[in-house]
């Protein structure tokens, strides 16, 4: 059974940095390609970035290139997400996800605020 645990929110001011990490099992984690998604309150859930299995292959939103950072730890079956420059457009519950055969997982969220 997949699950997906996402840790590392929290509340930070403009400007800030936060790591979000994601702990994942049930699966053969190296295999699966990882990606970050959020959601704000009234708005849909976007895709934020996306790594392959092997981590070679990076993909982000365009409203976070060049301030987030999405990395992967095959050994640690962990993905991460490296967030600085943070505005208070960035406050959104981020979701871990990854997909088997097309069918999608998702852990339970963690709330980034980003506040003054």
């Known amino acids: 059974q997949v699950q997906l645990v996402e840790s590392g929110g929290g509340l930070v001011q403009p400007g800030g940095s936060l790591r979000l990490s994601c702990a994942a099992s049930g699966f053969f984690f190296s295999s699966y390609g990882m990606s970050w998604y959020r959601q704000a309150p009234g708005k849909e859930r976007e895709l934020v970035a996306s790594?392959?299995?092997?981590?070679?292959?990076?993909n982000y939103a365009d409203s976070v290139k060049g301030r987030f950072t999405i990395s992967r730890d095959n050994a640690k079956n962990t993905v991460y997400l490296q967030m600085n420059s943070l505005k208070p457009e960035d406050t959104a519950v981020y979701y871990c996800n990854t997909r088997q055969l097309g069918v999608p997982s998702w852990g339970q969220g963690t709330q980034v605020t980003v506040s003054s």
């Open positions: 790594i392959t299995s092997a981590g070679n292959k990076l």
